[in-house]
């Protein structure tokens, strides 16, 4: 169930009409390490971008009970980049007492990503998993194709997929997988996208999935598909510039961004989390919050919502 309230009075008070979600879950993509540290494109620093997003996560007192890396993990699959990725988040993860959910993408390698990650013995068959978070399904679906960037599922994937949700979840389930099943307005991306679409949503339409969690696009967005929400996280090491001149394709080193999903018994709420520190400029302090939810809900909202409050903090006292 969610831990995030971290000790603090506040999140123990219920502040709006929603009561709080019963599931936290980060959701992080497109890591992208290469071995011996290397920068990628030799400009981009994919091991620090990592280190800030878990350092951020840990800050904002989340404590997600699992978190999803939509795939990308490595950009060559090599053996030591997937172990520096494990150095880098598992410590990080045990604080938070954080599951790990690793998900394939197309720029990893199956085999060093289950006998590395998983602990498993090495193979070239499809990475599917299944994880149990609380009553909350998660599911892990390797949407790669060896040695191609664009995305697929077999078959016996789609099959699989079916029996896995014959039977519904306490929660509902969660769907990971790298390539998004929606479209994009980035042209050269859509050579690389998903196929057999079709097929997939005859599979997920009339399920228990509630949400659709995705990266591969590298710039974050989000569609429906089978009726289902779809949200794909920006990459952790460079970003799409969605923005730029019609025929291209423009990496830049900024606009980093990883999402924090909260799953509610009536919905999921995906959030955007911006990597760097960026000057503060407003915002009001943890005791100001404590302050709010020692009051009524009548109070607060004069307090708080009325144009006319002349609210203040009380003073400080020994």
Known sequence: MFRGCGGYA???????????????????????????????????GTDAHVERAFAQLE???????????????????EPDAYER???????AAERMRSRIIWVM????????????????????????????????????LDSSVPGYHHGDLE???????????????????????HHPPIPTPVELMAIIELDHQAELAEVLRGSDVRAILAGHLHYSTSGTFAGIPVSVAAATCYTIDSSAEPGTLAGVDGGQTFNLVHVYDDQVVHSIVPLGDARRVAGFSGAFLDALA??????????????????QLPPLTD
């Open 155 to 177: 078959p016996a994937q789609l099959e699989w997929l079916r029996d896995q949700l014959a039977t519904p979840a306490p929660h509902g389930t969660l769907l990971a997988l």
């Open 105 to 140: 993408g197309n720029h990893d390698e199956r085999e060093p990503f289950a006998s590395i990650l998983l602990g498993e013995e090495p193979t070239a068959a499809p990475q599917d998993r299944v994880y149990d978070v609380g009553g909350l399904r998660i599911i892990a």
């Open 59 to 77: 800050r904002s007192g989340a404590n997600p009970e699992a978190i999803v890396i939509t795939g990308d993990l490595t950009d060559l699959g």
């Open 294 to 311: 020692a009051m009524t809900p009548e109070e607060r909202r004069e307090a708080f919502s009325s144009k006319a409050s002349t609210f």
């Open 10 to 44: 506040r999140c123990m008070v219920q502040l709006g009409q929603h009561a709080p979600p019963i599931h936290a879950i980060a959701h992080i993509s497109d890591t992208h390490l290469l071995g011996g540290g290397r920068p990628l494109y030799g400009a981009v």
């Open 85 to 91: 990725l494990k150095a880098l988040v598992e410590p």
